[in-house]
């Protein structure tokens, strides 16, 4: 089809008046609806092709039955088509020194409109496809919903933006070398289950990397001293959290380089993206930090949003043996306690916890092995503040300790005397639901703001049947690694303790939390090729086998790879956490499902005999004839 070029985009049309007036254009862009003005007069927006800006069309013909009139043409177009139209531009305002008087002199270019000269219609919009406004639009039909929804198409500009500052930051700022790294990997599973892809080659197979970490160490040891890649993750992980199987990390890693100098970088970075996206300071001091160990005993989770106050505090000590079987009958168990403010006036704290009680997250807390939390209102006009139950001391300690107000929600939870082992306890997660339902209910604004945090000092290993949906790093010593198990001990003492104690070793290993988002991790990395051996046979008792899927970068380490360290940040939710969205599919042009389904394309889709065979594949009894097509 041959169409006229446009001379310029409808945002550029304003300019100052003295330079006008009664230019001819040549815009591009969609119709919206026509507003008739009679006989001889149409009025119609044009959007520009990015949707952003719109200026008024204007078509009048004295021979309105005209067929070949610009006004039949125009009538006879659908809203929403594309067209290029050529005009000239003239100005809506009565008074024409009006401009010229306004301090910029600019006539804006809702004061503008273009009076068509010819038009091209460049193709139909049919009626059976619906975008106005309001207008449901479902998920397989996405490009009507980017096409409708502002927000969306901001989100995927800022990503877009953020794209540019950080390359620009990293690459020409602070020299960074952008690599790529390849996807089709090997299956040398690092904590997730990993996609594999059959090769034609019978029972071969690449693997899809979870990370590029293994290539990004490699390139340490080649003489690369500092890389980044914006790089396409796979994860074959159950979808629950809002997960996407495949996702984009800002990976990056630094030779000669320690934890501190990784976190000074990404701090730096993350700075500049608040600055320059949002123009927001975060702020000039640096981000605070907290130990693992800190924030499970404080917050009961890994990952704490600090904007919701409510520290957990240790109480057993205080409390009576009888209040303590009420709520647990755990041998000599933790009690932590917290408050959560909700009213002032307590019978309004206890429509909440009603309210809270019926929701069906109240389930998982009551279900608690541990034993169920107890709740209760302070109410100064009950015996002990309405915690009676505490007996006299306790009480007296508790609202000191927590210094209690009027209608505060006073919350305890039993837990095992134990270690702290994975991402939060039941007393985090229930912090948490407490203060969600606050909001939900109308008790409490949203927070809002930003509250960073670097947490650090995570135990090197955990024990691996902690979480069976993880695959975990395939040893067999009942240990997986927190992060990964390139991830270097912190000090000599905890290289010490890899043998002894590996369960109390501590990783130099740092996550970096806003909000109780995750946004990242990363570790300084083992990079003695004797300790990254140990690691893997001797603590995760891997046999020589699974160890041999390891060689290639054990061979690398040994290749004089100097001391390493990086981080990688989850892009996806990065951007999600700034445009304030709770879900990651909402600054994703194509996310997949809940079920992990692209349901606009329609994949994954079944493979078809001819496919089966090529790849050397054969489905179980049970599924044939259901799941291949018969082609
Ligand atoms: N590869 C790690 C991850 O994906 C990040 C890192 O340690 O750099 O979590």
Sequence with gaps: ?????????????????????????????????????????????????????????????KDHDDPNSVLAQLRSLDSNAPVAITGTVKSRVAKPNEARDSP??????????????????????????????????????????????????????????????????????????????PLLFKSTPEGAREFLVPTRTAGEAYALPQSPQQYKQILMASGVSKYVQFAKCFRDEDLRADRQPEFTQLDLEMAFSTGEDVMKVVEALVKKLWRNL?????????????????????????????????????????????????????????????????????????????????????????????????????????????????????????????????????????????????????????????HKSAVSQGFKPRPSGFKFLWVNDFPLFKPSDLDVSEPGQGGTAGLSSTHHPFTAPKTPADVDLLLTNPLECVADHYDLVVNGVELGGGSRRIHQHAMQELVLRDVLGMSNERLEDFRHLIEVLRAGCPPHAGMALGFDRLMAVMLGKDSVRDVIAFPKSGKGEDVMVKSPSKMTKQQLETYHLRLREEHKGVDEKGT
């Design 278 to 434: 949002l123009d927001l300071d975060t702020t000039s001091e640096a981000f605070p930090r907290m130990s693992y160990q800190h924030a499970m005993s404080m917050y009961g989770s890994d990952k704490p949003d600090l904007r919701l106050g409510s520290e957990i505090k240790r109480i057993q000590y205080m409390l009576p043996v009888d209040l303590v079987r009420m709520i647990s009958d755990l041998e000599e168990p933790i009690v932590e306690v917290m408050k959560v403010p909700i009213a002032e006036d307590p019978k309004e704290t206890r429509r909440f916890v009603t309210g809270f009680m019926d929701s069906a997250e109240a389930k998982q807390f009551n279900k608690n092995p541990d034993g169920q939390p107890g709740i209760f209102v302070y109410d100064s006009r009950k015996p002990l503040g309405g915690l009676q139950a505490f007996g006299f001391e306790a009480a007296e300690q508790v609202e000191e300790a927590l210094e209690l107000e009027e209608g505060d929600l006073v919350v305890l939870q039993a837990r095992k005397d134990a270690p702290f082992a994975g991402g939060s306890t039941m007393m985090g997660n229930l912090r948490l639901a407490l």
């Design 1 to 61: 089809m041959i169409f006229p070029a446009a001379t310029c985009d409808i945002k550029d049309l304003p300019e100052r008046r003295e330079s006008r007036p009664h230019k001819t254009v040549t815009l591009h862009g969609y119709l919206g609806s026509l507003r008739n003005a009679g006989k001889s007069l149409t009025f119609v927006e044009l959007s520009n092709t990015d949707l952003t800006h719109s200026v008024q069309l204007v078509a009048h013909s």
């Design 104 to 181: 910029s002199g600019i006539i804006p270019v809702s004061d503008l409109e273009i009076s068509i000269a010819e038009i091209v219609p460049l193709n139909e919009f049919p009626k059976d496809i619906i975008i106005a406004e309001g207008t449901n639009i479902p998920p397989h039909q996405r490009h009507l919903q980017i096409r409708q929804d502002k927000n969306l198409r901001d989100a995927l500009l800022l990503r877009s933006r953020a794209y540019s500052i950080i390359r620009k930051e990293m690459v020409q700022t602070m020299r960074f070398t952008e690599i790529e790294t």
